[in-house]
């Protein structure tokens, strides 16, 4: 059986279609997949993790203040925030690999969009569009719960 390599447009295009519920609730048809949500290497879309705590807003980085992580490129907005990732990455990256929060409690994976996010005890949850967000705040804790109990398994196929 060959493997299916989909981008994420072509992902996000097919899903569009469909409700959030079922969206979220459709295991991908990928491989094993990595620690990190990244395309094309980059993790989180391009954004600063840490800048999501220091700015309370989404903040693209830039390659000249990158660090490898967990198998990803990881850009940053600028040295500082960089050298306080590198310090403490447990503390500002986002949990569940920067999949999906939402998806992670339902036991699956998603893309994320940046716009999407939530700090809740010192941690940062990212979420698939901002009606997945809406559904995560209905229970945080609850969610943090279950999605904890299926990670990491559900990276595997």
């Not at 050298?83 to 994976?109: N, R, V």
């Amino acid at each position: 059986m060959s493997k299916l390599s989909l981008s994420r447009r072509h992902v996000l295009s097919g899903l569009i279609a469909l409700p959030v519920g079922a969206t979220l609730l459709t295991r991908p048809a990928f491989a094993a997949n990595p620690p990190v949500y990244a395309e094309d290497g980059i993790a989180w879309d391009g954004h600063d993790p840490v800048a999501y705590f220091t700015k309370g807003a989404p903040t693209l980085g830039v390659a000249e203040f990158s660090l490898e992580y967990d198998g990803a490129t990881v850009l940053f907005s600028s040295t500082e925030t960089r050298d306080m990732f590198e310090a403490d990455p447990a503390k500002y990256a986002p949990q569940f690999g920067g999949y999906c929060a939402y998806a992670a409690s339902k036991g699956y994976i998603a893309p994320t969009v940046p716009e999407a996010w939530t700090i809740y005890d010192d941690k940062l949850y990212l979420n698939f569009s901002l009606r997945a967000r809406e559904l995560w705040l209905e229970d945080v804790p609850g969610n943090i719960a279950k999605g904890n109990a299926n990670w990491p398994g559900i990276l595997e196929a």
